[in-house]
């Protein structure tokens, strides 16, 4: 029993990916903080999965002084504090996730191709739903929007990114 056990655990997750894409993750406060635990380690399967086809960024708010300024933890996946341009690193589709619904304005103004929020904590932020394209959650009885934080539920998202259209560009 313990050897199928094992065998699950190490299954490959594979996708897919039809097209590059660029995932730009907003996270509170310092990136190691507990609070993002869920959404960082999220962050790190959907840049194992994808490949050299996603991009992962996560952009926090600081608490470390200026040497971990960026890092790179692996090829695609990025961890950088808010004000460090990091345009360079984008390819493809841009999109936006975030489970906090302070940076609402943000995502207005940013105008990525997607808007992602994971309501981490059945919040019902409305506003957040309002905007998002897609929500997620972490409640398991909530299975249509349940993205678990491993690689399956990696895989999820991704899937479910690549079948959602795009926003339409603002007016200029």
């Known amino acids: 029993m313990l050897d199928k056990f094992k065998e699950f655990l190490s299954r490959q997750i594979t996708v897919e990916i039809k097209h590059p894409m660029t995932i730009v993750a907003l996270l509170e ?9 869920r959404t960082y380690t999220l962050m790190e399967n959907l840049a194992r999965i994808g490949g050299d086809q996603v991009v992962v960024i996560c952009l926090h708010q600081g608490g470390e002084s200026g040497a971990a300024a960026r890092v790179k933890p692996f090829n695609n996946f990025t961890v950088a504090k808010i004000g ?9 589709r841009i999109i936006m996730w975030t489970d906090s619904p302070r940076y609402a304005d943000t995502l207005r103004t940013a105008h990525p191709n997607l808007i992602v929020y994971d309501d981490r904590e059945d919040r019902q932020e409305e506003e957040m739903y309002d905007l998002a394209d897609i929500v997620f959650s972490d409640e398991v009885d909530q299975a249509d929007s349940y993205i678990p934080a491993n690689a399956a539920g990696a895989g999820k998202a991704i899937r479910i990114i690549q079948n959602t259209p795009s926003r339409k560009p603002p007016r200029q």
Do not use: E
Request: hydrophobic content about 35%.
């Open 84 to 92: 460090l341009d990091v345009r360079s690193l984008f390819q493809g």
């Open 29 to 37: 406060g310092d990136y190691k903080a507990p609070a993002n635990n």
